[in-house]
């Protein structure tokens, strides 16, 4: 098995990690999928990433139809407007690899494919958009991790991907605990992304700042006690699922970075989704249903709804 003809649907942050990998082979097809002024918009502009402008190849979701791999890195808000193009671009051969934050984005894109197309998936990727360029430290970064979640499926998949990552630059790992890798990783998102996006604030405060630190603290205990109920089992997952790629003190997560430039949030992926599974539960999650206001809020505010000035 080879995957010769990879499409990326969604060319953020996360995309542009790994169209930067994958343009260095080029012997695949790669491509990215958009359509009307985004794809005209790409197709001149290009994609600036550390400096360098890319221009890979731009395809509506009927002309990327039946690529071997669909890379999808949208953001959690514009994943259920996406649906059908992806859809439209998972053919019956198409691996599918969701790069997304969350704990239930291959759920929602098994409700239009099989879900056994899709490869479970996280990516760690600590980057920052400055004007119209993405910028991130390829040597720091964690890199993708992926594995089969019904390991019966054999590792076919599996050794296709790692020889599509061979000698990309890009940094990567297979795992046989691939859902415990993904609650791993929203453990960390939960808390560390949204309280410094409440305090607006460089990630150091959870470092020189106790109050910043207990907010934090308090959002984690709530992703520990849904997970234990649900039977994650933290301890299985690879020793770096315990921490994020390397930044410094002055580094904003995504969810700051989106209220810094006035876009809504992943908050529903996070707090949000945090709330919904402790209602199921029955485990209160105060601490993040303040957080999902109050992010709420300041998305409000960023758009202009209660400005009395």
Same mark, same amino acid.
């Given at each position: 098995?080879?995957? #010769?003809?990879? =499409?990326?649907?969604?060319? /953020?942050?996360?995309?542009?990690?790994?169209?930067?990998?994958? =343009?260095?082979?080029?012997?695949?097809?790669?491509?990215?999928?958009?359509?009307?002024?985004?794809?005209?918009?790409? $197709?001149? !502009? @290009?994609?600036?990433?550390?400096? #360098?402008?890319?221009?890979? *190849?731009?395809?509506?979701?009927?002309?990327? +139809?039946?690529?071997?791999?669909?890379?999808?890195?949208?953001?959690?808000? +514009?994943?259920?407007?996406?649906?059908?193009?992806?859809?439209?671009?998972?053919?019956?051969?198409?691996?599918?690899?969701?790069?997304?934050?969350?704990?239930?984005? $291959?759920?929602?894109?098994?409700?239009?494919?099989?879900?056994?197309?899709?490869?479970?998936?996280?990516?760690?990727?600590?980057?920052?958009? %400055?004007?119209? #360029?993405?910028?991130?430290?390829?040597?720091?970064?964690?890199?993708?991790?992926?594995?089969?979640?019904?390991?019966?499926?054999?590792?076919?998949?599996?050794?296709?991907?790692?020889?599509?990552?061979? @000698?990309? /630059?890009?940094?990567?790992?297979?795992?046989?605990?691939?859902?415990?890798?993904?609650?791993?990783?929203?453990?960390?998102?939960?808390?560390?992304? #949204?309280?410094?996006?409440?305090?607006?604030?460089?990630?150091?405060?959870?470092?020189?700042?106790?109050?910043? +630190?207990?907010?934090?603290?308090?959002?984690?205990?709530?992703?520990?006690?849904?997970?234990?109920?649900? @039977?994650? &089992?933290?301890? %299985?997952?690879?020793?770096?699922?315990?921490?994020?790629?390397?930044?410094? &003190?002055?580094?904003?997560?995504?969810?700051?970075?989106?209220? !810094?430039?006035?876009?809504?949030?992943?908050?529903?992926?996070? *707090?949000?989704?945090?709330?919904?599974? @402790?209602?199921?539960?029955?485990?209160?999650?105060?601490?993040?249903?303040?957080?999902?206001?109050?992010?709420? *809020?300041?998305?409000?505010?960023?758009?202009? %709804?209660?400005?009395?000035?």
């Amino acid at each position: 098995m080879k995957y #010769q003809s990879v =499409a990326i649907l969604g060319a /953020g942050a996360v995309g542009s990690y790994v169209m930067w990998g994958l =343009a260095k082979k080029k012997e695949i097809d790669l491509c990215v999928v958009a359509s009307g002024e985004r794809k005209a918009r790409y $197709e001149r !502009d @290009g994609f600036v990433i550390n400096g #360098q402008v890319y221009h890979p *190849a731009v395809r509506t979701p009927e002309e990327a +139809a039946g690529v071997d791999l669909l890379i999808v890195a949208t953001k959690y808000q +514009a994943l259920r407007p996406a649906l059908g193009d992806i859809q439209t671009v998972a053919g019956g051969h198409t691996t599918v690899m969701s790069l997304m934050n969350g704990v239930d984005s $291959e759920e929602i894109i098994g409700e239009v494919i099989d879900p056994s197309q899709i490869v479970y998936s996280l990516i760690k990727v600590a980057s920052e958009r %400055k004007g119209n #360029q993405v910028v991130f430290d390829p040597e720091t970064t964690i890199g993708i991790v992926y594995g089969e979640a019904d390991l019966s499926r054999g590792t076919g998949r599996i050794e296709a991907l790692n020889d599509l990552f061979a @000698g990309t /630059g890009l940094h990567y790992r297979a795992t046989d605990v691939i859902r415990t890798e993904i609650w791993s990783k929203f453990r960390l998102n939960v808390p560390n992304n #949204q309280a410094q996006a409440m305090v607006g604030c460089g990630v150091g405060a959870y470092r020189d700042s106790e109050h910043v +630190a207990f907010l934090r603290d308090r959002l984690r205990e709530e992703v520990d006690r849904i997970a234990e109920k649900k @039977g994650i &089992d933290f301890d %299985k997952a690879d020793t770096s699922s315990t921490f994020g790629s390397k930044v410094r &003190d002055r580094a904003r997560y995504s969810t700051l970075q989106d209220l !810094d430039a006035g876009r809504h949030t992943e908050v529903d992926m996070f *707090a949000g989704a945090v709330v919904r599974m @402790g209602r199921e539960l029955g485990i209160p999650t105060p601490y993040n249903e303040f957080t999902y206001h109050m992010i709420k *809020a300041l998305e409000e505010k960023n758009d202009g %709804k209660f400005d009395y000035e």
